[in-house]
């Protein structure tokens, strides 16, 4: 859903179906009572990928700069934009290891406010412990990963954060 192109959801995925599909079986939509968390996570992704808010239109445009790949870190970043400006630049930031990180430096192309728009490790989508908050965060710092303000977000384990201004 963070991705160019146009995003592609199988059907049933949205509660983890969990056999092959096939047209002449009806998909068991009980499951989607157990699995509300996925549910409620892939609604939100579509909310911010079609800019429901106003804040993500850089979710619908086709440039795409992947600014950081961390391999000792194991974290990935990347820029969406349309047009480009607040409102527009979106910044996706996926921890893809077992341990959190704090205070993780990040580019950003403005400075000033950015704000959490997703956090897969929330509570309501399924993670049981949500010790660790993501908060929203503010671009002072230095320059970045080839761009001229940074700022600083924390990471849950095996989890990608959205950010906007």
Known sequence: MTCPGIPMLFQGQEFLQDRWFVDSVPLDWSRKENFEHVLNAYRDLIYLRNN????????????LHIFQVNHEKKVLAFRRWWDGGKGDDTLVVINLSNEPMHDYRIGTPEGGNWYVRFNSGWKGYG???EAQPVLDTMADGPAQDGYNQSCLVSLKPYSAIILSQ
Do not use: I, M, V, Y
């Not at 429901?52 to 440039?63: E, P, S």
């Open 52 to 63: 429901a808010h106003g804040n993500t239109k850089g979710l619908r445009g086709h440039q």
């Open 127 to 129: 993670n049981e412990r």
